[in-house]
């Protein structure tokens, strides 16, 4: 399952940041966002994930098959390993937590509490959180922050493995990943008008 954007239009904080972005993913493949610090690269994948409304232009994407990962975690610190994917797993009515303990190297430390871990090993917990949703579309902004080379290598072949079953991929971030994917870089999308949207985050 892919997903598409036609001349999306979108903002943060009261401005307008890029303007008339398009593009499709289909099933099976990746995009990788590109552009410097500020161009916009969180606020296009928290409006493709609905996080916050468009300016203008249009989203064509099954939002129940969407899991977005931020630079937030979401990670609850009073419970161990697998009770975080436990939970996440009910959540989004799935079963199965071992496949996702696996892949994220996360099997000696299943048990520790979230809050006993280091930032890279919350961080693996949090990607790993992607494997129990069981949905298609992700959306992943900075995934390998606070990852070492080893842990990239991990989270590199998720993303092919997930690929290789028909999911999709959009993310941002200034690694190479060693993906066969394409690249859109944002710098040319940048918003020239001003525009107020009216819509304050503040208030979510
Ligand atoms: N809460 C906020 N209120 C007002 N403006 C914001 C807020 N968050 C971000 N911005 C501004 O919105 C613009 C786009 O920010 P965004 O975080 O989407 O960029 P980015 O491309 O993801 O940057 P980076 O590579 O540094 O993560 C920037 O100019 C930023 O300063």
Not at 69 to 93: R, Y
Not at 135 to 162: K, M, N
Not at 178 to 197: I, N, Q, R, S
Request: charge should be neutral; proline fraction near 3%; aromatic fraction near 6%.
């Amino acid at each position: 399952m892919g997903f598409s954007v036609s001349n999306l239009s979108c903002a943060r904080g009261g401005l307008a940041v890029l303007a008339d972005v398009s593009f499709d993913v289909a099933a099976g493949t990746a995009l990788i966002l590109r552009g410097p610090n500020g161009i916009g690269k969180t606020t296009l994948l928290r409006t493709i994930a609905g996080l916050q409304p468009a300016l203008g232009g249009s989203i064509d994407i099954p939002a129940d098959q969407v899991a977005y990962a931020g630079h937030a975690d979401g990670i609850k610190s009073a419970l161990t390993v697998a009770e975080n994917l436990q939970f996440w797993a009910g959540v989004f009515g799935t079963t199965g937590v071992a496949p996702a303990i696996k892949a994220f190297n996360l099997t000696a430390l299943k048990d520790r509490t979230a809050a006993s871990l280091s930032a890279g090993q919350k961080r693996r917990l949090g990607l790993a959180r992607l494997l129990v949703t069981g949905r298609t579309l992700w959306i992943l902004d900075e995934p390998t922050v606070s990852l070492d080379a080893d842990s990239t290598a991990l989270f590199a072949q998720a993303i092919r493995e997930h690929l290789k079953g028909g999911g999709s991929a959009l993310l941002a971030t200034h690694i190479d990943l060693g993906l066969e994917a394409d690249t859109l870089d944002l710098t040319p999308f940048k918003a020239t008008k001003a525009v107020e949207d009216g819509f304050h985050e503040a208030f979510l």
